[in-house]
């Protein structure tokens, strides 16, 4: 038996395996709404049978996209939008997922392709933006206006209300994005977090706004859905936020009703990620990371608190993924990169660890023909 392709189940919700596609930025959105885009993208993860599907990062607020194209789930409109995207993907077997996210003080930038800078404040489609001080991310952008009390006692109930539509679009899991240097990470982060009231100060402070927005939720969708929250488990900035704070935090979660603490590292500040060259082409500037990487932070949230936990970054090998598992270090892995470069990879992956000898979890359409290419040319993966 494969650890991997295991089923689980949290609160209401079995998942066939604990293969999970981490929410990907497409940057192909009209005025926050799906396009066809969407669904051809999403639903190839589900025809790939991983066991929960994440939309990308959707935004609450318009103001709280990362670029104009970005997803949103401010209107009813949005909701009804991603209907046939979640229908699908649970008619495939699989579990439909959001995440709920504000890019806060990085917010409306362009998207990566087109060089990933902050819009200039003249641009059409610029808008200001918002975060718990009024500090930068870095050299190039935007200085974000400091959030009042009542601004921020409003962003609790806009992400209540985005739930709300989040059930009603379909979805059966919420993740709320609180990582690499959005709102809630940078509420949390000594390094862009540097107020004085109830909402700044120490870890209890800065952990304020996170919480909330947990338990405001947890509410809001009741006993039976899983929520899972998004960390940066790790700065890795001199005063920054730590694993031991992360440990503190998942604590915290758990009391407000999270179930899966999603442990991901850093963003919260330095200069925009990408360039355009010469050639016009966007250059990632992110350093090569090993295999597993944030695997670690996973693993002592598993074993220091009552929550699951979900690795993610740098899991390629479907061994690499089983033993993850097997071991106990996590209790799901989620891929990105990996996934886009190949979208079957859950079924390549069963094939190879055993668990579907058969070509069982295959859909029907393709199972066939699968199954005979295997008698002609036995698959490599």
């Known amino acids: ?11 209401g919700v079995t998942f ?10 497409m940057y192909s959105a009209n005025n926050g709404m799906p396009q066809p885009w969407h669904f ?17 990062a959707t935004a609450v607020e318009a103001i709280g996209r990362i670029t104009p194209r970005c997803l949103g789930i401010w209107s009813d409109e949005h909701a009804e939008g991603l209907k046939p995207i979640t229908a699908f993907i649970e008619e495939m077997g699989c579990v439909p997922g959001i995440q709920l996210a504000h ?22 489609d610029a808008w200001p933006v918002v975060g718990p001080s009024d500090v930068a991310t870095g050299p190039g952008f935007t200085v974000p206006h400091q959030l009042t009390v009542g601004e921020i006692e409003a962003l609790v109930q ?19 994005h609180g990582a690499h240097g959005y709102l809630m990470h940078s509420f949390l982060s000594p390094i862009s977090n540097q107020r004085t009231d109830q909402y700044g100060g120490d870890i209890n402070g800065r952990m304020r706004f996170p919480l909330e927005v947990s338990k405001a939720v947890r509410a809001e969708v009741g006993d039976k859905m899983p929520l ?30 999270i ?50 936990s979900m690795a993610v970054g740098v899991i390629i090998d479907p061994k690499q993924a089983e033993d993850i598992v097997a071991s106990g270090r996590a209790d799901f892995v ?8 190949d979208p079957f990879w859950p079924l390549h992956a069963a094939h190879q660890l055993g668990a579907d000898p058969d070509f069982d979890m295959w859909p029907p359409q393709y199972k066939w023909g699968v199954d005979r290419r295997a008698q002609i040319a036995p698959l490599n993966r």
């Open 40 to 56: 051809a993208h999403l639903s190839t993860f589900a025809r790939g049978k991983a066991g929960l599907v994440f939309a990308e």
């Open 334 to 341: 989620a891929l990105g990169r990996e996934i886009m470069h």
């Open 228 to 257: 899972f929250f998004r960390i940066s488990a790790v700065d890795g900035i001199e005063g920054g936020w730590s694993m031991d704070d992360s440990v503190t935090l998942s604590g915290a979660l758990s009391e407000c009703g």
């Open 103 to 124: 890019a806060g003080r990085k917010a409306a930038c362009f998207p990566p392709f087109d060089g990933g800078k902050p819009l200039p404040a003249d641009h059409p």
């Open 259 to 308: 179930d899966v603490v999603d442990c991901s590292s850093g963003g919260v500040s330095g200069a925009p990620r990408f360039r355009v060259a010469d050639d016009g082409k966007a250059l990632d500037k992110s350093s090569a990371r090993a295999p597993g990487f944030q695997v670690p932070y996973a693993e002592r949230v598993k074993k220091e608190t009552d929550l699951m």
């Open 1 to 11: 038996m494969s650890s991997l392709f295991s089923p689980v189940t949290v609160r």
């Open 158 to 176: 806009t992400f209540a209300v985005a739930a709300r539509r989040s059930i009603n679009a379909g979805f059966k899991v919420i993740e709320l």
């Open 16 to 25: 066939p395996n604990r293969v999970v596609v981490s929410p990907l930025c």
